[in-house]
């Protein structure tokens, strides 16, 4: 089987770096806003002054990005699962109310 998608390199910096990025067309805005997060994040870390190096500093944000993306996770999966009890309730009501 062939790809048949195309790339293009994106130029993104992150913390005074730059970058270019192969990216499958149609997703340059994703990757340029998940730059923009990165290189945020990094320097938040780095102004901290408590870490100091690059490769650390990287560790770190991703360390951080990984908790907050499992949190975010774990109030989804909580918010689906009380919203599936809620349309079973409501569903239950419904039945009952058409079997009078």
């Known amino acids: ?5 195309t790339t293009t390199n994106i130029s993104v910096h ?10 499958p067309e149609g997703e340059e805005q994703s990757l340029l ?3 923009r997060l990165l290189n945020s994040k990094m320097i ?4 901290s002054g408590k870490i100091i190096g690059i490769e650390r500093i990287a560790v770190m944000t991703a360390l951080n990005l990984s908790n907050e993306l499992i949190s975010a996770n774990k109030d ?17 009501k419904v039945e009952q109310a058409l079997t009078l």
Do not use: P, V
């Open 14 to 23: 992150i913390l005074d770096k730059e970058y270019q990025i192969a990216c």
């Open 76 to 92: 989804l999966k909580k918010s689906t699962e009380q919203t599936k009890k809620r349309l079973r309730i409501l569903t239950e």
């Open 33 to 35: 806003e998940s730059a």
């Open 1 to 5: 089987m062939t790809n048949t998608s």
């Open 44 to 47: 938040e870390i780095r102004q």
